[in-house]
């Protein structure tokens, strides 16, 4: 199939961008997007051009380094799937495909389609962990926890903190991404010990980082990858509230 | 401090704030209604053995409206509204600002379909009930509490309906805070962090129900008033 690229070209973090068109010739059906891209890539490095930088790691779908904006979408148009599990197929021959990078205040595009997702790191380094004896892994026998709990707190643990959430919310908030950390640890008893303190730290940790409130428009858990719940966000509510009622 | 800090200051305190302030005037809606809808009720609902004083519609919305200006506990309960209005409108322009600064690079190319239009567009339909607000106050709580240059509200009313420019203005600010509450509603209450699924599903039923009832009911009384004078 033929198709046409619009995609994100900019140098720098300070230089301005703009959106360069290139038509590529002989895409198949069962790339994936990131093949596709490769195609591209080495196009541009025979004809001794610079090549179109974007994130990826695992090409598997699990790590969550991949991203792109695609026709206006966060990883693409076929909801809860990651740039990398996206295929060609899923496009029409002749299409125009816009592709632009993850956009928000906290992440500051790098190059082309590559931005600085370390914000998101830092709110996890603020209270995304728990306390807990290193060395072997414990008995899995020894916390006996309710099977429904531990699949709803696995439902949350799934964030592969790809950012998506993120740069599809119109106030750029990343109450999901991080909602699904607190939800996540508040269910599970190991979680317990910083729980009152662990709210306070992330959500100060959020506001610093620049990014915004959230409004509720769902935007975010329609395009996560993990499918990571909005009542997550309700939860982190409730938890922030039942922190700031406790007294000790 | 951190207590109070807490309270106010972060993104998740704003939208609690938001919630109250929101939920409270939800309440207050009810209310307002129940007093209004008498104005479309037919006389032979005030029978005269029944009510004091009271033969007829006319009669009944005022009364009405005299326990209102009279009773002191509403008198205290309407500025604990308007301060809660105020309140909302302060903190939705913070979180607008917060939100606007937060943004990145515009898309080139966007795609809106995962979310619906009045989720997004919370702030516009606002200032147009703001709008519709500072008119409808200075149309009737104006004129007949604060200068008293009007007595008979009923007539006021009945008045002010027979112009169409109020009708249709009337109808705007009720469709959009008809929409409003069609997110706000169930939004509030994902703010003040409810969260089981099962109670979720419900109120998110409660929430769009309660928008329509209350834009429908609302939108039709100056509808009716405008057609039967
Ligand atoms: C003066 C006009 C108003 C303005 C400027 C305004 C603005 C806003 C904004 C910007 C939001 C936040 C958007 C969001 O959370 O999704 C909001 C939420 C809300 N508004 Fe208003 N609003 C106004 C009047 C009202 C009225 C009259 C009511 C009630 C009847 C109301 C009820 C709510 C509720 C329940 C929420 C949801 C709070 C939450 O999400 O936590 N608002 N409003
Ligand atoms: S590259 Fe790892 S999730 Fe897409």
Request: hydrophobic fraction near 45%; charge should be neutral.
């Amino acid at each position: 199939m033929k198709i046409t690229l619009k995609i994100w070209r900019q140098d720098s973090p300070k230089s301005k961008g703009k959106l360069e068109t290139f038509h590529l010739d002989g895409v198949e059906d069962d790339m994936s997007f990131l093949e596709m891209l490769d195609m591209l890539n080495e196009q541009l490095a025979t004809e001794g051009k610079r090549t179109v930088e974007f994130d990826h790691d695992c090409r598997e779908g699990i790590c969550g380094q991949c991203s792109l904006v695609i026709n206006g979408q966060a990883h693409g148009h076929e909801s809860h799937y990651t740039t990398c599990q996206t295929h060609m197929r899923s496009f029409k021959d002749g299409q125009t495909i816009f592709i632009e990078p993850f956009r928000a205040k906290a992440f500051p595009v790098i190059r082309d389609l590559k931005v600085d997702r370390s914000s998101m790191d830092r709110i996890i380094q603020a209270g995304g962990y728990i306390s807990a004896f290193t060395g072997m892994a414990p008995e899995a026998n020894s916390i006996p926890i309710h099977h429904n709990i531990s699949e709803s707190a696995f439902d949350s643990a799934a964030c592969i903190g790809c950012g998506a959430c993120i740069a599809t919310c119109k106030n750029s908030s990343a109450a999901l991404f991080m909602s699904a950390k607190v939800a996540h640890l508040a269910k599970l008893p190991q979680g317990q010990v910083e729980r009152k303190e662990r709210i306070a730290w992330m959500v100060n940790a959020h506001d610093e980082e620049g990014f915004g409130s959230c409004t509720h428009t769902g935007a975010c858990a329609m395009v996560c990858p993990q499918e990571v719940e909005l009542l997550d966000i309700a939860r982190m509510n409730y938890e922030y509230n039942r922190a700031l009622c406790s007294t000790n | 401090m951190a207590f109070i800090q807490g309270l106010f200051k972060t993104s998740v305190a704003r939208k609690n704030i938001m919630a109250v302030t929101g939920l409270f005037t939800a309440f207050f809606l009810v209310i307002h209604l129940v007093g209004n809808l008498i104005l479309i009720l037919p006389d032979s609902f005030f029978p005269i053995e029944f009510w004091d004083n009271v033969a007829s519609q006319h009669d009944m919305y005022n009364a009405y409206s005299h326990f209102l200006v009279h009773f002191w506990p509403i008198s205290v309960v309407a500025w604990i509204l308007y301060a809660g209005l105020a309140i909302h409108i302060i903190d939705a322009l913070l979180i607008t600002l917060t939100n606007w600064k937060a943004k990145g690079e515009k898309y080139v190319k966007s795609d809106n379909s995962t979310s619906t239009w009045y989720s997004r567009n919370m702030g516009i339909l606002g200032i147009i009930i703001g709008i519709f607000i500072v008119v409808h106050m200075g149309q009737f709580w104006l004129k007949y509490k604060v200068l008293g240059t009007e007595h008979d509200l009923y007539d006021l009313v009945v008045g002010t309906f027979k112009q169409t420019w109020v009708v249709v203005f009337y109808e705007i600010g009720i469709i959009a805070l008809g929409f409003h509450l069609a997110h706000g509603i169930t939004s509030a209450h994902r703010s003040l962090g409810i969260h089981p699924k099962s109670i979720m599903n419900v109120i998110k039923y409660i929430g769009l129900c309660f928008a329509v009832v209350m834009a429908v009911l609302y939108g039709i009384i100056p509808l009716i008033i405008y057609f039967n004078n």
